[in-house]
């Protein structure tokens, strides 16, 4: 069984930074890395649908939602067995409770039901 958990939400001013981590690890005795599997950042507002943000998969090639493409970085660290998404130019949209999903493939899908494990999630806040 494996376990996510995300960190580094918060409240930025448009325009401006932010970065969030996501550590993967695995229950009791077991063993996981994040070099065989896919990860994935997805985010949902209240009463909204999860929509994706972006994923990385075990070779490291990364697919994005168009509307942070250009914007918004997914990265890991292998050896730490952790993602990233580095946020720039935030805006208004992009509020909302952000989740790290690891999918159990090595390849990804940008679909969030493809995803079997999630995190309780970081909410982040981009004010004017």
């Known amino acids: 069984q494996v376990q996510v958990m995300e960190s580094g939400g918060g409240s930025v001013q448009a325009g401006g930074s932010l970065e969030l981590s996501c550590a993967a690890s695995?229950?009791?005795?077991?063993?996981?890395?994040?070099?065989?599997?896919?990860l994935g950042w997805f985010r949902q507002i209240p009463g909204g649908e999860r929509e994706p943000v972006a994923t990385?998969?075990?070779?490291?090639?990364?697919l994005y939602q168009p509307s942070v493409k250009g914007r918004f970085t997914i990265t890991k660290d292998n050896a730490k067995n952790t993602i990233y998404l580095q946020m720039d130019n935030l805006n208004l949209d992009d509020t909302a409770m952000y989740y790290c999903?690891?999918?159990?493939?090595?390849?990804?899908?940008?679909?969030?039901?493809?995803?079997?494990?999630w995190g309780r999630g970081t909410q982040v806040t981009v004010f004017e």
């Open positions: 999903a690891a999918r159990g493939h090595g390849w990804c899908l940008l679909d969030p039901d493809s995803f079997r494990v």
């Open positions: 695995a229950y009791s005795m077991g063993a996981y890395s994040i070099s065989t599997d896919c």
């Open positions: 990385i998969d075990s070779t490291g090639g990364t």
